[in-house]
T-cell receptor
Framework: RKEVEQDPGPFNVPEGATVAFNCTYS??????FFWYRQDCRKEPKLLMS???SGNEDGRFTAQLNRASQYISLLIRDSKLSDSATYLC????????????FGTGTRLTVIP | EAGVVQSPRYKIIEKKQPVAFWCNPI?????LYWYRQNLGQGPELLIR????????DSQLPKDRFSAERLKGVDSTLKIQPAELGDSAVYLC????????????????FGPGTRLTVT
């Protein structure tokens, strides 16, 4: 079983739409959670960390449900520039950067 | 500040040939990672260095892959001999190691080396 599982999409949404991505992780001892963004043929970059209480950064909201081992990312008012692959990332060890990446969910925002 | 530097950006080789990738991390980043990313997949860790020590190489196929970070700064990843299935993007990343018991710090990725084995 993979450490992190995501729906690969693709998700094609119109500008202004709200879109949500989900991810599950298998290791209940996982400590830290992140969403990374990867543009086509570019390197991954940190989008945001995910906290148990949920956190928001502008149009982006991330949520964590430890009981269900489930992570989500919500994008409101989608922009063309949001088109990218969104990688769900889990760290299984405190004090160390042992990141496990999901396969990524591809988003295309259509004019 | 310069980001993570990798070279070459692209490499095409025939199977059974050797190939090497080079990475220079962000200055001051003690932790260096090599990842492999296959098409349509997320990055998978090959090896992690803390300074010059390889602290996690459990996913490195040691029969054909090797890596070194002799002075704890730049690093080289080598494949010898390459196989068709090695075609992928090889990403290098670096970070500052977090204090024990705290969340990991952001990993900064280089642009990657796109390897095609024919």
């Amino acid at each position: 079983r993979k450490e992190v599982e995501q729906d690969p999409g693709p998700f094609n949404v119109p500008e202004g739409a709200t879109v949500a991505f989900n991810c599950t992780y298998s290791n209940s001892a996982s400590q830290s959670f992140f969403w990374y963004r990867q543009d086509c043929r570019k390197e991954p970059k940190l989008l945001m960390s995910v906290y148990s209480s949920g956190n928001e950064d502008g149009r982006f909201t991330a949520q964590l449900n430890r009981a269900s081992q489930y992570i989500s990312l919500l994008i409101r008012d989608s922009k063309l520039s949001d088109s990218a692959t969104y990688l769900c990332v889990v760290n299984t060890q405190t004090g160390a950067n042992n990141l496990f990446f999901g396969t990524g969910t591809r988003l295309t925002v259509i004019p | 500040e310069a980001g993570v530097v990798q070279s070459p950006r692209y490499k095409i080789i025939e199977k059974k040939q050797p190939v090497a990738f080079w990475c220079n991390p962000i200055s001051g980043h003690n932790t260096l990672y090599w990842y492999r990313q296959n098409l349509g997949q997320g990055p998978e860790l090959l090896i992690r260095y803390e300074n010059e020590e390889a602290v996690d190489d459990s996913q490195l196929p040691k029969d054909r892959f090797s890596a070194e970070r002799l002075k704890g700064v730049d690093s080289t990843l080598k494949i010898q001999p390459a196989e068709l299935g090695d075609s992928a993007v090889y990403l290098c990343a670096s970070s500052v190691p977090p204090p024990l018991g705290t969340e990991p710090y952001e990993q900064y990725f280089g642009p990657g080396t796109r390897l095609t084995v024919t």
